[in-house]
């Protein structure tokens, strides 16, 4: 699936001392995975078949970064409270569509005021975040660096945990402010159900650019959409960066998801 990502970075607020990192083992559930037995698997996730039986949960993330079957055209509500410097700055209401593959958004309102721009109260604005993140980890032109955590044997009941780095994002748009920095991070996935739980992300930017940090957490779980039945969305996300002396944190949560239909106008969220 081919995703965009657009983070438009705005104000001038004093910064936060640092990226407090928000992390956390997440819950364990029981929904099986969705099982396409006997469809050949993307090329870059057979490619992670290779590196032994530790790495097959690694697998079905793979797949639901790639493959269009595990994530159909939906829409979704989504709630964004934003904050800069630890003081609330609004509360954002939009509706995110994710169609072949391709994010856009519509019927934004800020503090329950509609607006026609997405670019809210000289906020920052992070979307994309149902796929683009994720997308880059697997995209075979990046060549990301796959590790098991340490801790992965004793990591809950039941989850493989995985530790992920790469150089450089050559997949589908997917920029921090406009820049391509280097990003390591986290994966969960749980081990009975090949579940993705959680996707976490650090980026390592250039200290002579304008972004001086970013970490995103990405929660996910099974919802029920008519008539698709449970399907694996993100249904929560933390993300926090900092451009320059101005620092942002982003609480997005996804809720009322649906197939998607012809009920709303499209307004493009693609980068800025």
């Not at 044997?153 to 920029?175: D, K, M, Q, R």
Request: proline share 7%.
């Amino acid at each position: 699936m081919r995703f965009a990502i657009a983070l438009l970075l705005a104000g001038s607020l004093a910064p936060w001392p640092h990226l407090q990192a928000q992390s956390s083992e997440p819950q364990l559930h029981e929904r099986t995975f969705p099982d396409y037995t006997g469809k050949p698997l993307e090329p870059r996730c057979t490619a992670l078949t290779d590196m032994g039986l530790q790495f097959e949960p690694l697998v079905n993330a793979c797949e639901y970064a790639l493959a269009p079957e595990y994530l159909p055209n939906l829409v979704c509500s989504e709630t964004i409270q934003r904050s800069a410097r630890g003081s609330a700055l609004d509360t954002i209401e939009a509706e995110v569509r994710l169609v072949d593959g391709v994010e856009s958004y519509t019927s934004a309102s800020a503090n329950g005021k509609t607006s026609a721009s997405p670019d809210w109260s000289g906020g920052w604005r992070s979307n994309a975040l149902f796929g683009g993140v994720l997308t880059a980890v697997f995209y075979p032109k990046t060549k990301t660096k796959f590790t098991l955590a340490k801790d992965s044997s004793t990591s809950g009941a039941g989850f493989s945990h995985y530790n992920f780095s790469y150089i450089e994002n050559l997949g589908p748009a997917f920029n921090v402010a406009g820049e391509n920095p280097p990003m390591t991070g986290s994966i969960w996935v749980n081990r009975k159900t090949g579940q993705l739980a959680q996707l976490e992300t650090i980026a390592h930017p250039d200290p002579r650019g304008r972004l001086q940090g970013y970490h995103s957490v990405i929660d996910y779980n099974f919802v029920p959409i008519a008539p698709l039945g449970l399907v694996l969305v993100p249904v929560k996300a933390d993300v926090q960066a900092c451009l320059g002396a101005t620092c942002y944190r982003n609480v997005a949560t996804f809720h009322d998801c649906r197939k998607f239909g012809t009920e709303s106008k499209i307004v493009p969220g693609g980068v800025q």
